[in-house]
């Protein structure tokens, strides 16, 4: 059962420009995460964002990307230029929230820069 | 800095084996353990976590892990695999003070590749 979709699960795009991510949690949630997944490297987190707000990114969330919840439901991650270096699976995940809370993620979206 | 090693990048096991996949953390607080499995194009899964309490814990498809805080490990153990165990294990650890929502911090992944 998912507790996360997130679309498209595929996604070419030209250098420079830009791309939306999107992330529809099954139910209401308040807590959401980004992380990437560069090929044959580890899962890294990019930012966290809790009741509507950025609440903890990483040195990787620079001014390139955004987050938004614009409709109060889906979550989206923007890349305002993409680079080559972009090109990785992204996953969005929900949590509960506090100490020790457990992160279910979606299938996640596998972006391709050329 | 906190960080999570997975010594092993790719193991190979037979069906009905038992199996052993290690991951050390370094943390300065209690760690918050996860153990996540990642099949081919799919997401990530939880197998399971540690938060506190018994230090063995259980979780799905037959699997569990062990905190052992002397040796800052937590490694996670099936009895006997099956093929369909084969997919790419990851270890993480999340933050565990209050006021942060824990990002996790994961460990490199390590592939497991099951013999008929």
């Known amino acids: 059962e998912p507790e996360v979709t997130q679309t498209p699960s595929h996604q070419v795009t030209q250098m420079g420009q830009e791309v939306i991510l999107r992330c529809v949690p099954i139910?209401?949630?308040?807590?959401f995460y980004w992380y990437r997944q560069i090929l044959g490297q580890k899962v890294e987190f990019l930012v966290s964002?809790?009741?509507?707000?950025?609440?903890?990114k990483s040195e990787i969330f620079d001014d390139q990307f955004s987050v938004e919840r614009p409709d109060g439901s889906n979550f989206t991650l923007k890349i305002r230029s993409t680079k080559l270096e972009d090109s990785a699976m992204y996953f969005c995940a929900r949590g509960s929230g506090g100490p020790g809370e457990t992160q279910y993620f979606g299938p996640g979206t596998r972006l391709l820069v050329l | 800095a906190q960080s999570v090693t997975q010594p092993d990048i790719h193991i190979t096991v037979s069906e009905g084996a038992s199996l052993e996949l290690r991951c050390n953390y370094s943390?300065?607080?209690?760690?918050?353990l996860f153990w996540y499995v990642q099949s081919p194009g799919q997401g990530l899964q939880l197998l399971l976590k540690?938060?506190?309490?018994?230090?063995l814990v259980q979780g799905i498809k037959g699997f569990e892990a062990e905190f052992k805080r002397s040796q800052s490990s937590f490694n996670l153990r099936k009895p006997s695999v099956h093929w369909s165990d084969a997919a790419e294990y990851f270890c993480?650890?999340?933050?565990?003070?209050?006021?942060?929502?824990?990002?996790?911090?994961f460990g490199k992944g390590t592939k497991l590749s099951v013999k008929p």
């Open positions: 993480a650890v999340g933050a565990s003070y209050g006021g942060s929502q824990g990002n996790l911090i």
């Open positions: 139910s209401n949630h308040l807590y």
């Open positions: 964002f809790y009741n509507n707000e950025i609440s903890e």
């Open positions: 540690y938060f506190s309490g018994d230090t």
């Open positions: 943390y300065g607080a209690t760690p918050y």
